[in-house]
């Protein structure tokens, strides 16, 4: 089945494992494969056309801690483009991810302590390459691997990166992260509403291809992708593929 938001599987790494967080909880973790590169290869396999790796290690840590050799490893075997986030803070680590062979990096922390940084790694790289990931606990924007609150409303926020040269807003609702309760459609709705030229990835939630067609709806208003994470590994879209054509790897 082609769906004209595309799927696209989320690899969360911690202690070199591809995992899923309850709710951004630390301390309710579910590791689903203790290779992620052969998972990366598997969805890759399956047709998808982009990956989103988020390094949950560098997150928290602030990027003392990283899986950088790990997801080096996944650009190299995969043929498709990834995005990461996580633990990136200045230019200097831009750069460095960029070295590793990812496509776009996903700034978050960084994008609320330092602006500046998001359009400078806009102006320089271009907007198809930096997005803003945009962690919400009901109406703020949470921090520091979703550890902290940052007291920034979301929809100011997101106004502001767009004003930075933003295109591409990742949006994650963190109370339907890892709970396949399905997607916060009045969120995305209402920022949808207020954005006007950055596009949406929306994350959370996701159990069913119901939900993949109740964000379709949501087109429209700028939702283009959306990140699916425990619905893939536990099989909920085992019937069908979310993919048109399947990838001889």
Known sequence: MKFSVEPIPAIDLLDSRCVRLMQGDYDQVTTYHRDPVAMARHWWSQGASLLHVVDLDAAKSGGTSNNWALIAAITQTVGIPVQ???????????????????????????????????????????????????????????????????????LTFAKDMETCGVRRIIYTDIGRDGTMQGPNLNAYRTLGTALKQARITASGGVASFEDLLALQDLAPLGVDSVIIGRALYEGKFEDQTLWDTPTQV
């Not at 609320?112 to 806009?122: F, G, H, I, T």
């Open 84 to 154: 990461t986030g996580g633990g990136i803070r200045t230019m200097e680590d831009v750069e460095r991810v960029f070295k590793l062979g990812i496509h776009r990096v996903v700034l978050g922390t960084a994008a609320v302590q330092s602006p500046k940084l998001v359009s400078d790694a806009v102006g320089h790289f271009g907007t198809e390459r930096v997005a803003v990931g945009i962690d919400a606990r009901q109406d703020e924007v949470c921090i520091q691997g979703w550890t902290a609150s940052s007291g920034l409303d979301i």
